[in-house]
């Protein structure tokens, strides 16, 4: 620990800072006056300690370990219904659904209360079993020889 007093990454230094402060006894409010951080945080850092180790000296990931659904599974089932009817039934001006698309309509049938993405429509899609692909345009012609024309060889 007290070679992490040392050390040049602050992260590693305000922790051996914190656990040798515990060491000697302090107080969680003496220390985080010392170090300028919260109580809160010098009580985490301990209980980390003694639950982790030393692994507790470096920087994990802030991304969180979990995260709320936007839409609960009611709402999930809700929004899987919707999207076997036409986009034109909720007045839009195309026959395909874009998750994008989705997310609109989502919020405007109030099915979330704030706009969601496109990503967040997918992942719920995804949680429910449903894969999403991209609709593919395919090329027609309004020649009446259309299909005769395509499938003959040309010279």
């Excluded at 007290?2 to 656990?19: M, N, P, T, V, Y």
Aim: hydrophobic fraction near 35%; glycine fraction near 6%; charge should be positive.
């Amino acid at each position: 620990m007290k070679a992490g007093l040392r050390a040049s990454d602050s992260f590693e230094l305000r922790r051996c800072q914190i656990l040798l402060g515990s060491a000697r006894k302090e107080h969680a409010l003496a220390i985080a006056q010392r170090v300028g951080c919260s109580d809160e945080t010098v009580r985490e850092v301990i209980k980390s300690f003694n639950e982790r180790g030393v692994k507790v000296l470096r920087p994990g990931s802030r991304r969180p370990h979990k995260t709320q659904a936007a839409f609960s599974a009611e709402q999930a089932e809700q929004l899987k219904e919707f999207l076997h009817q036409s986009p034109r039934t909720f007045g839009k001006p195309t026959s395909l659904w874009t998750c994008e698309l989705a997310a609109e309509v989502s919020v405007e049938q109030k099915l979330t209360e704030k706009w969601v993405s496109g990503e967040t429509i997918r992942a719920t899609l995804k949680r429910l079993g449903v894969k999403w692909a991209r609709a593919k345009h395919w090329i027609t012609s309004p020649d009446p020889e259309y299909s005769r024309k395509k499938s003959a060889e040309t010279d």
